[in-house]
T-cell receptor
């Protein structure tokens, strides 16, 4: 597609439920990133994919968080047993491989845990 | 590990004032440096970038110069407008320190008054 697409754009879920957030990167972008942005705060790195593998998972906050990517395309971020502190905007971004390339962000998935 | 430190906000200026937002970084290798901007209600987008020492990135009247000796990439604009009100994020991508992971500062919110 023309840009990075994320779904759902908004999700309200009950504490303890599992949620899946989806990201469709820009076609041809081999690098894919997930970040979290809590209200009024900066971007927190979660995980990075190069192709289908994740060389850096260091930002995942706990074992309730997991992510996968298939076909060097779509990625899914899964949060199990959601907690209220998981409420945030989850941002996906993609880029061509290489550190000097601009990364392009999606609009984000707003998650509210009640 | 790699990190980005930027001045805390919010920064409040009158229209046509001079803007500086400080950014310093720590990196293992030779990073590329970026400024991203998040306008109210919109997604993050690239404002400007520089990929080697002494390069100057510029866009929309904003400038930033890659200073390796001071590990800095300060954002400047000679005359701000109300439409520049946004959150500005300094970022780096370091192939030595973390693959192609882009690391962001905490963001600086700018308010410009008419």
């Amino acid at each position: 597609g023309a840009g990075v697409s994320q779904s759902p754009s908004n999700k309200v879920t009950e504490k303890g439920k599992d949620v899946e957030l989806r990201c469709d990167p820009i076609s041809g972008h081999t690098a894919l990133y997930w970040y979290r942005q809590r209200l009024g705060q900066g971007l927190e790195f979660l995980i990075y994919f190069q192709g289908n593998s994740a060389p850096d998972k260091s930002g995942l906050p706990s074992d309730r968080f997991s992510a996968e990517r298939t076909g060097e395309s779509v990625s899914t971020l899964t949060i199990q047993r959601t907690q209220q502190e998981d409420s945030a905007v989850y941002l996906c971004a993609s880029s061509l491989a290489g550190a000097r390339n601009t990364i392009y962000f999606g609009e984000g998935s707003w998650l509210t845990v009640v | 590990g790699d990190s980005v430190t930027q001045m805390e906000g919010p920064v409040t200026l009158s229209e046509e004032a001079f803007l500086t937002i400080n950014c310093t970084y720590t990196a293992t290798g030779y990073p590329s440096l970026f400024w991203y901007v998040q306008y109210p209600g919109e997604g993050l987008q690239l404002l400007l970038k520089a990929t080697k020492a002494d390069d100057k990135g510029s866009n929309k009247g904003f400038e930033a110069t890659y200073r390796k000796e001071t590990t800095s990439f300060h954002l400047e604009k000679g005359s701000v407008q109300v439409s520049d009100s946004a959150v500005y994020f300094c970022a780096l991508s370091d192939p030595a320190g973390g693959g192609f992971k882009t690391i962001f500062g905490a963001g600086t919110r700018l308010f410009v008054k008419a």
